[in-house]
C-alpha cells in the first residue's frame, strides 16, 4: 500500500499543477468538458499545435495527449527553435495529459474529506491515471538549459512530474522515490536504460531547480513540491 500511496501523491501533486498552470479554477469544467475537442493531424503545423496548447483545450487529457503525441514527431531543431513561453507552454501539457482533470478533482477532494476511505480512494485515483503519454518532447526540453533555468518552475515541475508518473507506472513508484532521493543508486538500480535516461532528466532537472530563487514558490499550502522531484513525498 507504501508503493499505491506514493504513485496517488505523484498522481495527485500533479494534477494540483496542472489546474494552477491552466488556472481552470477561473473557468468552468463542466462546459470545458462539453466543448467539441479540435481536431489534431499528424501534419498538423507547429504554429497549429501550439495554439491548441495554449486554449482551454490545451487542458483536456485527451487532447494533451494527442498534442505531446503530435509534438513527439517534430525534429528537435524545430523543437529548439521555439521560444522560451512556446516551450514553456509544451511543459505544460505533462500535467494535463496525465490527468483526467474532471475525475481527478472530485477524487481529490473525497482524498481529503474521507481520509479513513484513503485505500479505496487511491485505487480510484490510480484507475483514472493514464501513463499512455508521450513524454519524448518533455524529455527534450528538460534537457534544455535555458529551459530549466528561465521557465516557470511550475511548469518544470509539471513536465518532470509527468515523467516520474510514467515510469513510476512501469517499475513503481517507491522504487523511483527511493531512486530520486538517492541518485547515486540510479546506476546500480536495475532499471533499463532508457527508464535510468528518464530519470536522469528528472534528477537534473531537480538539482536545478533547487539553485532557483523562485522555485521556493512552487508549493501546495505547505507542501514543497520540489519534495515530488527530490523523492521524499
Known amino acids: 500500500m507504501k508503493n499505491a500511496s506514493r504513485l496517488a501523491g505523484i498522481i495527485i501533486c500533479t494534477f494540483f499543477l496542472a489546474v494552477s498552470c491552466r488556472q481552470l479554477f477561473t473557468e468552468s469544467m463542466g462546459s470545458s468538458l462539453e466543448r467539441d475537442k479540435p481536431s489534431i493531424s499528424s501534419s498538423a503545423s507547429l504554429d497549429d499545435l501550439l495554439d491548441i496548447a495554449r486554449s482551454r483545450d490545451g487542458a483536456d487529457q485527451e487532447v494533451a495527449e494527442e498534442l505531446l503525441d503530435a509534438l513527439a514527431d517534430k525534429t528537435p531543431e524545430e523543437i529548439d527553435a521555439l521560444s522560451l513561453d512556446e516551450k514553456t507552454d509544451i511543459l505544460n501539457l505533462g500535467g494535463a495529459a496525465a490527468i483526467d482533470l474532471g475525475e481527478l478533482a ?22 483514472n491515471a493514464t501513463n499512455d503519454v508521450d513524454t519524448t518532447v518533455l524529455e527534450q526540453l528538460l534537457s534544455d538549459e535555458e529551459v530549466l533555468t528561465e521557465a516557470e518552475p511550475e511548469a518544470v515541475v509539471v513536465a518532470a512530474a509527468a515523467i516520474v508518473a510514467d515510469v513510476s507506472a512501469e517499475v513503481g ?30 534528477i537534473n532537472a531537480s538539482e536545478v531547480m533547487e539553485t532557483r530563487d523562485d522555485a521556493d514558490d512552487v508549493t501546495i499550502g505547505d507542501f514543497d513540491l520540489l519534495d515530488l522531484l527530490r523523492g521524499t513525498i
Open 106 to 127: 472530485n477524487l481529490s477532494n473525497e482524498l481529503s474529506d474521507n481520509p479513513d476511505n484513503q485505500n479505496e480512494l487511491i485505487r480510484d485515483i490510480m484507475e
Open 173 to 202: 513508484a517507491e522504487r523511483v522515490m527511493d531512486i530520486l532521493a538517492d541518485p547515486s543508486s540510479l546506476e546500480s538500480s536495475g532499471l533499463t536504460r532508457e527508464q535510468q535516461n528518464r530519470l536522469e532528466i528528472v
